[in-house]
């Protein structure tokens, strides 16, 4: 049962352009969301994050959107820039739960 | 202040050993978790521990998997009579005693069975 979906295994985007990554969740719960970006051989660095009592977080270049009717969330990255090649993970958690439950990921490709 | 250390980075193991991978969490961090990566997935929640507690082992698999985190000395995840399919990147994270926070990682072991 996939709670946290990232249903783009894969995304190439152009130097400077935006980058949208999205993610879609099942649990109703889920109270709190996160981004993690993931170098190959490294652990997952933490990004960003949402309260569902928000519907747009921002730091800098990544905004993340969140949509609870639709119960998706997605992150903008913009401007582009080629440091930012890695995968993606989307996370969601709620209070009393403390784990998070990740998404499989997007690899996320900038292309100079 | 160190972040989440992880020890061994790469681990190889015949099957039928035993399997140890130590977690010390970042310095104030009282919750540590534990991650599996497979190849080509997600990371999958295992066990979640604070000092001395297994607060949730929902994601553990019921034979021959345990973790621990003791009063003193790292978190340890134990994985005896290793197999095949055991070999993925474990990845151990620590979060404060707080409610949404995020977890930091570690840079993870590489277990792999041959």
């Known amino acids: 049962d996939q709670q946290v979906k990232q249903n783009s295994p894969s995304l190439s985007v152009q130097e400077g352009r935006i980058s949208i990554l999205n993610c879609d969740y099942t649990?109703?719960?889920?109270?709190?969301f996160l981004w993690y970006k993931k170098y190959p051989a490294e652990g997952p660095t933490f990004l960003i994050s949402?309260?569902?009592?928000?519907d747009k977080n921002e730091d800098g270049r990544f905004t993340v959107f969140l949509n609870k009717s639709a119960k998706h969330l997605s992150l903008h990255i913009v401007p582009s820039q080629p440091g930012d090649s890695a995968v993606y993970f989307c996370?969601?958690?709620?209070?009393?739960?403390?784990?998070?439950?990740f998404g499989t990921g997007t690899r996320l490709t900038i292309i100079p | 202040n160190a972040g989440v250390m992880q020890n061994p980075r790469h681990l190889v193991r015949r099957r039928g050993q035993e399997a140890r991978l130590r977690c010390s969490p970042m310095?104030?961090?009282?919750?540590v978790y534990w991650y599996r990566q497979l190849p080509e997935e997600g990371l999958k929640f295992m066990v979640y521990?604070?000092?001395?507690?297994?607060?949730?082992e929902s994601g553990m698999p019921k034979e021959r998997f345990s973790a621990e985190f003791p009063k003193e000395g790292p978190s340890i995840l134990r994985i005896q009579q290793v197999v095949r399919g055991d070999s993925a990147a474990y990845f151990c994270?620590?979060?404060?005693?707080?409610?949404?926070?995020?977890?930091?990682f570690g840079q993870g072991t590489r277990l792999t069975v041959v």
């Open positions: 994270a620590s979060s404060p005693p707080a409610a949404n926070t995020e977890a930091f």
């Open positions: 649990n109703s719960m889920f109270d709190y």
């Open positions: 949402i309260s569902s009592i928000k």
């Open positions: 996370a969601a958690t709620y209070l009393g739960n403390e784990k998070l439950t």
């Open positions: 310095k104030g961090h009282s919750h």
């Open positions: 521990l604070q000092k001395e507690n297994i607060i949730d």
